[in-house]
């Protein structure tokens, strides 16, 4: 396994992406080095911030990915492959600042106010209008810059007091800006301060890929944009949504419109949960039958889900149905302590999480399945 610290570059590039609840990067090395073996490929249909890929690649383990998050899938694709040059990251943030005109100074409302500063907000109008970063590598390393640095404590990042990891509603950071008397944003430069971040990033270079490819990650379903393989995978390492709980889209809502893939406000709106247990299992079949079609009948299954009984019900009988030569195993405890949520400041308390194992049955080796009760 190689060194994640800070003193090297896949410690730097792994921790991009503040996204809410995402793998804690110890877990995703240990499963991967316990079922997964190099040149094999791995595949995570729901990738969010993209440790698996990330953490595949660095293994020299090949693999394919998807989210329907261009958040998550932004910083997916670059942690996995940024633009290799920092001095044209750089340029692209200068031309960025240099395209802005008066109108990208006009905040919309009240929130935007209080949330940026002139100079910041018009940064974002510019990046909103000019980064093509669905298709070009240079434009999403730099969105990818900009929405990781959109929001944090004051001095972190380019807005007022905010979380890092999950937008709050505005109208309760505007209570809460003005009660606790932060009614000014702080003055920043937007392209300095981003640029001495993206030489942050790259101070140890970028991560090489043991002459595998780069993980191939789609934009969209897992249904229909997971991506071909020329081989099947040998193990699926993945965390779905929950059922009932946020879809991503809510609590990602400010880095969406920095994206211009949002309103410039949320809507909140309740689709955005899974409320309709139905439609949560017609997704998650289709999704998993898309995984399933790029797998061995020997693959492994790995994952982890919601402890509530009707996400772990709808996800156990979708699993049970579509891999029935496989023997399921259930964790109910694992990693508790250390998730990257907490270590971004979110101090709640989640919701108790489960690892399910399925395993083929003529795999089972001893030391595989430690920890886990037979489901
Ligand atoms: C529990 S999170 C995964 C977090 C991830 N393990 C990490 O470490 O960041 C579930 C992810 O599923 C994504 N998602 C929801 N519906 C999806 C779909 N139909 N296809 C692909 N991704 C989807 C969400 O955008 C979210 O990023």
């Given at each position: 396994?190689?060194?994640?610290?800070?003193?090297?570059?896949a410690?730097r590039w792994?921790?991009m992406?503040p996204y809410?609840?995402?793998?804690?990067?110890?877990?995703?090395s240990?499963?991967i080095?316990?079922?997964?073996k190099?040149?094999?490929?791995?595949?995570d249909?729901?990738?969010?911030?993209?440790?698996?890929?990330?953490i595949?690649?660095t293994?020299?383990?090949?693999a394919?990915?998807?989210?329907i998050?261009?958040v998550a899938?932004?910083y997916s694709?670059t942690?996995?492959?940024?633009h290799?040059?920092?001095?044209?990251?750089?340029r692209?943030?200068?031309?960025?600042?240099e395209a802005v005109?008066?109108?990208d100074?006009?905040a919309?409302h009240?929130?935007q106010?209080l949330?940026f500063?002139?100079?910041v907000l018009a940064?974002i109008?510019?990046?909103r209008r000019?980064?093509?970063?669905h298709k070009?590598r240079?434009?999403?390393?730099?969105?990818?810059?900009?929405?990781?640095h959109?929001h944090d404590k004051i001095?972190?990042?380019?807005?007022?007091?905010?979380?890092?990891?999950?937008?709050?509603?505005?109208?309760?950071c505007?209570r809460?800006?003005?009660?606790?008397?932060?009614?000014?944003?702080?003055?920043?430069e937007?392209?300095t301060?981003?640029?001495?971040?993206?030489?942050w990033r790259y101070?140890k270079g970028?991560v090489?890929?043991?002459?595998i490819p780069?993980?191939?990650?789609?934009?969209?379903s897992?249904?229909?944009?997971?991506p071909?393989?020329?081989f099947?995978?040998?193990?699926v390492l993945?965390s779905?949504?929950y059922?009932?709980?946020?879809?991503?889209?809510?609590?990602n809502?400010?880095?969406l419109?920095?994206?211009?893939e949002?309103p410039?406000l949320?809507?909140?709106?309740?689709?955005q949960?899974?409320?309709?247990?139905?439609n949560y299992?017609n997704?998650?079949s289709?999704?998993?039958?898309?995984?399933?079609?790029?797998s061995?009948?020997q693959?492994?299954w790995?994952?982890?889900?919601?402890a509530?009984l009707q996400?772990?019900?709808?996800i156990?009988?979708t699993?049970?149905?579509l891999?029935?030569?496989h023997?399921?195993?259930?964790n109910?405890?694992?990693?508790?302590?250390a998730?990257?949520?907490?270590l971004?400041g979110?101090?709640?308390?989640?919701?108790?999480?489960i690892?399910?194992?399925y395993?083929?049955k003529r795999?089972?080796r001893?030391?595989?399945t430690?920890g886990?009760a037979i489901a």
């Amino acid at each position: 396994m190689p060194d994640l610290s800070f003193s090297t570059a896949a410690g730097r590039w792994a921790r991009m992406g503040p996204y809410y609840a995402m793998f804690p990067i110890p877990f995703v090395s240990e499963v991967i080095r316990l079922f997964a073996k190099p040149r094999n490929i791995v595949i995570d249909p729901f990738c969010g911030r993209g440790t698996v890929p990330f953490i595949a690649m660095t293994n020299g383990i090949m693999a394919i990915a998807a989210d329907i998050n261009p958040v998550a899938w932004i910083y997916s694709k670059t942690k996995t492959d940024p633009h290799p040059s920092l001095d044209e990251v750089k340029r692209r943030i200068e031309q960025i600042r240099e395209a802005v005109t008066p109108h990208d100074y006009q905040a919309e409302h009240e929130f935007q106010e209080l949330a940026f500063c002139p100079d910041v907000l018009a940064f974002i109008n510019t990046s909103r209008r000019e980064l093509d970063w669905h298709k070009c590598r240079l434009d999403r390393t730099v969105a990818a810059f900009l929405i990781q640095h959109l929001h944090d404590k004051i001095g972190h990042g380019l807005s007022n007091q905010m979380r890092h990891s999950r937008a709050m509603s505005p109208g309760y950071c505007i209570r809460w800006w003005r009660n606790k008397g932060f009614d000014r944003p702080p003055e920043i430069e937007a392209h300095t301060f981003l640029k001495r971040r993206a030489d942050w990033r790259y101070a140890k270079g970028i991560v090489g890929t043991k002459r595998i490819p780069r993980p191939s990650i789609g934009l969209g379903s897992a249904r229909n944009s997971l991506p071909e393989s020329a081989f099947p995978a040998e193990l699926v390492l993945t965390s779905p949504p929950y059922c009932n709980v946020t879809n991503y889209r809510s609590d990602n809502w400010l880095r969406l419109w920095a994206l211009d893939e949002g309103p410039s406000l949320p809507d909140w709106n309740p689709d955005q949960k899974f409320t309709d247990p139905e439609n949560y299992r017609n997704m998650l079949s289709d999704c998993f039958r898309s995984t399933q079609e790029r797998s061995y009948e020997q693959t492994v299954w790995y994952i982890r889900s919601d402890a509530r009984l009707q996400t772990k019900e709808i996800i156990t009988e979708t699993l049970d149905g579509l891999l029935p030569d496989h023997r399921s195993y259930e964790n109910p405890a694992p990693y508790q302590s250390a998730t990257q949520t907490a270590l971004y400041g979110d101090r709640n308390t989640k919701p108790g999480e489960i690892d399910l194992l399925y395993m083929p049955k003529r795999k089972r080796r001893r030391g595989f399945t430690r920890g886990f009760a037979i489901a």
